[in-house]
């Protein structure tokens, strides 16, 4: 039975049938360019994924380029890492491109040269920025040029309040991508439920390591999830993800109205088009 098998060890990447339906999303929402080049794992959380991640690539490199501001919880795991943070400016489209070539074209030794750039594309923890497709593809061909892989940490993917923007995951080429989704947001935080999808290369280095290190991702919660998104079917989840992300445009509109009247004259700030984040000067 479905209790049972919620209650047995799984095989480290997930359970076959939520992972199945898994790929079904990302192919549903960012029909990547190869998808057989990639493979998902199912993680406690998104952050646990993000963890192994670092872990993995601060084993190869020790500069790593993210957004500034930068989320505080991956700057605590960093820092403690001793990793070299390289603080790449935003704007209300999140990361500078031009920054960043900047900062890129004119790095002195190339074989310190940053190969890795992390970034919050949506609704950006803490600035509320989210980046452009225009400015997507722009840090797409600078990874390119200087060979990167990108980590693209999306747990506000589903909060955009417009049409969704597609993702660095949607137009990977080259296999340099590392895409970090989480349920938190969508179902429920104490369900610890995310998941990682990344080239086959860099998934079995990740997945080996989630083995030695959690096993894998709750049976339970896994259970769960598929049976919900079963019996919800993409299209389901997808008037869901819609509900929710309607939810937080609706907190975004009261919480701009309240800083417009109550500290017009006092602060700056640029309106999100998604996530739960306003960041004032």
Same mark, same amino acid.
């Given at each position: 039975?479905?209790?049972?098998?919620?209650?047995?060890?799984?095989?480290?990447?997930?359970?076959?049938?939520?992972?199945?339906?898994? /790929?079904?999303?990302?192919? /549903?929402? %960012?029909?990547?360019?190869?998808?057989?080049?990639?493979?998902?794992?199912?993680?406690?959380?998104?952050?646990?994924?993000?963890?192994?991640?670092?872990?993995?690539?601060? $084993?190869?490199? +020790?500069?790593?380029?993210?957004?500034?501001?930068?989320?505080?919880?991956?700057?605590?795991?960093? /820092?403690?890492?001793?990793?070299?943070?390289?603080?790449?400016?935003?704007?209300?489209?999140?990361?500078?491109?031009?920054?960043?070539? $900047?900062?890129?074209?004119?790095?002195?030794?190339? *074989?310190?040269?940053?190969?890795?750039?992390?970034?919050?594309? $949506?609704?950006?923890?803490?600035?509320?920025?989210?980046?452009?497709?225009?400015?997507?593809?722009?840090?797409?061909?600078?990874?390119?040029?200087?060979?990167?892989?990108?980590? +693209?940490?999306?747990?506000?993917?589903?909060?955009?309040?417009?049409?969704?923007?597609?993702?660095?995951?949607?137009?990977?080429?080259?296999? /340099?991508?590392?895409?970090?989704?989480?349920?938190?947001?969508?179902?429920?935080?104490?369900?610890?439920?995310?998941?990682?999808?990344?080239?086959?290369?860099?998934?079995?280095?990740?997945?080996?390591?989630?083995?030695?290190?959690?096993?894998?991702?709750?049976s339970l919660s896994q259970m769960v999830a598929l049976k919900l998104f079963e019996k919800w079917g993409l299209s389901?989840? %997808?008037?869901?993800? +819609?509900?929710?992300?309607?939810?937080?445009? *609706?907190?975004? $509109?009261?919480?701009?109205?309240?800083?417009?009247? %109550?500290?017009?004259?006092?602060?700056?700030?640029?309106?999100?088009?998604?996530?739960?984040?306003?960041?004032?000067?």
């Open positions: 039975s479905d209790m049972s098998k919620a209650l047995q060890y799984l095989p480290t990447p997930g359970q076959a049938d939520l992972l199945e339906w898994l /790929r079904k999303l990302q192919v /549903r929402y %960012h029909s990547p360019i190869d998808f057989k080049r990639y493979e998902l794992c199912v993680t406690n959380g998104s952050m646990e994924g993000l963890s192994k991640v670092f872990e993995l690539v601060l $084993n190869t490199t +020790e500069s790593i380029l993210v957004d500034s501001p930068c989320y505080s919880g991956s700057l605590d795991f960093l /820092r403690g890492f001793g990793a070299n943070i390289i603080s790449i400016n935003t704007d209300s489209n999140g990361m500078s491109a031009e920054y960043l070539d $900047n900062i890129l074209s004119n790095w002195s030794d190339l *074989n310190t040269l940053p190969r890795v750039l992390y970034t919050i594309p $949506n609704g950006s923890n803490p600035t509320g920025a989210s980046m452009s497709l225009e400015r997507k593809k722009d840090i797409y061909n600078i990874a390119q040029k200087y060979n990167l892989l990108i980590i +693209e940490d999306d747990p506000y993917f589903f909060l955009q309040f417009k049409k969704l923007v597609p993702s660095f995951l949607s137009m990977d080429t080259d296999g /340099r991508v590392i895409r970090l989704d989480s349920m938190s947001k969508v179902l429920s935080g104490g369900m610890r439920l995310g998941f990682f999808t990344a080239p086959i290369p860099l998934w079995q280095k990740l997945v080996y390591h989630q083995q030695v290190t959690s096993l894998h991702a709750s389901g989840f %997808h008037q869901h993800t +819609e509900q929710i992300s309607k939810f937080y445009e *609706n907190q975004k $509109n009261l919480m701009v109205n309240a800083i417009k009247k %109550h500290l017009n004259d006092m602060v700056t700030f640029n309106e999100p088009t998604a996530g739960m984040f306003i960041w004032m000067k």
